[in-house]
């Protein structure tokens, strides 16, 4: 499984956009970039996952360059309530069947 | 999508005692997952639950410890044994589905501590 490295925190501010570069440069040709949020005292949570270009559902947007050797996931306008722990995992897309393998992670702190 | 409990929500234990913890999925599902996440940490992977198999374990963690049951499509067990106070934790079950996505279901955790 390629190893992923992302920033260990990050602050933003209410009603900015927040953008978390994850770093996978030994993605495989099939794997998928796909990326968790995990709340205090709570199961990660999925948000997103894409494999080249950029996908878009209600919560993010995914952006991944040509070389797929990192990853951009967008928050837009965040609220206090975007304070989280965001993972980027990549691996073989097998239907949600495949084990995940969790790195740090990003700590997002939004401020009022 | 998959509503998952997890059974007990917390608990302290003692030293050298055992704990069981139940997880149960509201659908049928293949694979369980489950996983621990000390104080601060990422998730680490113990071990990979399918229905009617032995479980497979990630490195540094062995049956002994975390014996595992999955004895049908909706349910599974994780023990822990002989417990210490590093096996504090939270311990998360999962599942897959077959969505067309990588995505899976985490239940909300059981809080472990051991005295």
């Known amino acids: 499984l390629a190893k992923t490295t992302q920033p260990i925190s990050m602050d933003s501010y209410e009603g900015q956009e927040v953008n978390i570069t994850c770093s996978h440069n030994?993605?495989?040709?099939?794997?998928?970039i796909t990326w968790y949020q995990q709340f205090p005292s709570q199961g990660p949570r999925f948000i997103i996952q894409?494999?080249?270009t950029k996908v878009t559902n209600e919560v993010a947007s995914l952006f991944i360059p040509a070389d797929r050797k990192s990853s951009t996931l967008s928050l837009p306008r965040v609220s206090l309530s975007d304070t989280a722990v965001y993972y980027c995992?990549?691996?073989?897309?097998?239907?949600?069947?495949?084990?995940?393998?969790f790195g740090a992670g990003t700590r997002l702190a939004v401020h009022p | 999508s998959a509503v998952i409990s997890q059974k007990p929500s917390r608990d302290i234990c003692q030293r050298g005692t055992s704990l069981t913890i139940q997880c149960q999925v509201d659908?049928?599902?293949?694979?369980m997952f489950w996983y621990r996440q000390q104080p601060g940490q990422s998730l680490t992977l113990i071990a990979t639950?399918?229905?009617?198999?032995?479980?497979?374990?990630e490195s540094g963690f062995v049956i002994d410890k975390f014996p595992i049951s999955r004895p049908n499509l909706t349910f599974s067990t994780l023990t822990v044994s002989n417990m210490s106070p590093e096996d504090s934790s939270i311990y998360l079950c999962?599942?897959?589905?077959?969505?067309?996505?990588?995505?899976?279901?985490f239940g909300p955790g059981t809080r472990l501590t051991v005295l």
């Open positions: 995992l990549v691996g073989d897309w097998a239907g949600g069947y495949n084990k995940l393998i």
């Open positions: 659908s049928q599902v293949t694979m």
């Open positions: 639950a399918n229905q009617g198999s032995e479980a497979t374990y």
């Open positions: 030994n993605i495989a040709t099939n794997d998928y």
């Open positions: 894409g494999y080249k």
């Open positions: 999962s599942v897959g589905t077959s969505g067309s996505n990588n995505e899976q279901f």
